[in-house]
């Protein structure tokens, strides 16, 4: 693996006891500014989609039916992933009215997973794509994809959810777990 591959593992390792240690504690969710991070990461993943066809050295063939049902698939997956994932996290009324959530941390090694493995991936891919006929600039866009849908599908449930313990129901996630 080159220093550019090992740069991203770094700092995985470095984040994850962070990241986890962080989410031990329901924090607060406000449902009205759900849209928010979803409106952020949707035209940046969009940036990001476009920068990568402008990469020196990137295959700028056009893409093809293979190319977009893989790009199709890295979205539908995220937008189970997403749904799973906010499936999984715990939200609670409390007394005075606030919802607190909180994230499994199966969902933060979900996210560790697709970072190593598109590193994998990569390493991989980028010396055997053409013998294998796969685009694969397209197969690194499905990863951003899966972000996207993940993120998307994500908040889009939570949301659901706490409109609904806010109207008085049950979490159905604590339902499901007892």
Do not use: C
């Amino acid at each position: 693996m080159t220093p550019q591959q090992y740069a991203p593992l770094l700092v995985i390792l470095i984040m994850l006891p962070i990241i986890l240690l962080r989410n031990r504690a329901p924090r607060t969710l406000r449902p009205k500014w759900m849209w928010v991070m979803p409106a952020i990461i949707v035209p940046m993943m969009g940036l990001a989609l476009w920068g990568t066809s402008l990469e020196p050295g990137a295959d700028r063939t056009p893409f093809g039916v293979a190319s977009w049902a893989i790009l199709a698939v890295g979205l539908v997956l995220g937008g189970a992933a997403g749904w799973w994932r906010g499936k999984m996290t715990t939200i609670e009324r409390h007394a005075d009215g606030t919802l607190k959530a909180q994230a499994s941390p199966i969902g933060i090694i979900l996210i560790i997973g697709l970072f190593v493995g598109r590193s994998a991936l990569r390493s991989v891919l980028e010396p055997h794509a053409a013998a294998w006929h796969l685009n694969a600039l397209a197969i690194a866009d499905a990863f951003l994809l899966f972000v996207v849908g993940m993120i998307v599908v994500q908040r889009i449930e939570m949301y659901i959810r706490a409109r609904r313990v806010l109207a008085g129901e049950a979490d159905s996630h604590v339902e499901a777990a007892a």
